[in-house]
């Protein structure tokens, strides 16, 4: 007898019995055995028609209420745009929380403010129980970030990057010149002239890489400048 165990956005944990019958399919992080569906790891349920897909969500980041966040504008609907925020789970922007002016939705383009592809700093103001990331984008120090490049961190490295009371983060941006936006969620933007974006990423990869170590900020301080000072050859 066909049977489904879960729902749509469930957390499950490995070994997790999902589904049994063979007209379900496993995908992602499940697995069948036999007529049986299992998770093999700790991970979000999908469920689209008859396929069951678990998506991992170790090393992902797990939003939190008031993190600071990078996002991606990956939709624009009626109310406002849809968030790519390096997460298994689902971010919305409404046209309130992104833009301070009134909005006729009847003549507006939304595309105006925020179009697909953009990158902006944002702040998570809820998470509803089904899973869904409320975001905040209009007041500072929350805006589009136009230009520049875009790196990926580890979520967990975040805090070391940023250092204790910003002080990593600050030094970054005084000896480089450039603005660097940190996203709680692993993503970093740099702005700057090309030979500094690209010194500061390789920089912030050293200290996601070396962050277990003692002295890294001396190091890192050291090493900066001497890239600089070099042009970054």
């Known amino acids: 007898m066909d049977k489904i165990y879960v729902k749509d956005r469930d957390i499950v944990v490995p070994g997790d019995l999902l589904a049994e019958g063979l007209n379900y399919l496993p995908s992602g992080k499940a697995f069948r055995e036999n007529e049986k569906i ?57 046209v309130g929380e992104g833009v301070s002016e009134y909005i006729d939705l009847n003549k507006t383009n939304l595309s105006k403010y925020f179009d697909i592809g953009d990158y902006m700093l944002a702040g998570i103001i809820n998470i509803s129980e089904s899973k869904f990331v409320k975001l905040t984008a209009k007041n500072r120090p929350y805006k589009k970030l136009a ?21 990593m983060i600050k030094m970054l941006k005084e000896e480089s010149g450039c603005n660097v936006a940190v996203g709680q969620n692993g993503w970093i933007w740099i702005k700057g002239i090309p030979e500094n974006e690209a010194i500061v990423a390789r920089i912030i990869k050293t200290i996601e890489a070396e962050s277990h ?13 001497k890239e600089i000072k070099r042009g970054g050859k």
């Open 147 to 167: 230009g520049g490049n875009i790196i990926e961190v580890s979520p967990t490295k975040i805090p070391r990057i940023i250092g204790k009371q910003g002080s």
């Open 213 to 225: 170590t003692t002295g890294l900020t001396d190091k890192i301080k050291e090493t900066l400048k």
């Open 38 to 94: 299992f998770a093999s790891t700790i991970g979000l349920i999908n469920i689209k028609g008859r396929v069951i897909k678990v998506i991992p969500l170790a090393g992902k980041y797990m939003p939190k209420k008031d993190d600071i966040v990078v996002g991606r504008v990956i939709g624009i609907s009626h109310h406002g745009w849809q968030i790519d925020i390096n997460s298994a789970y689902n971010a919305d922007l409404n």
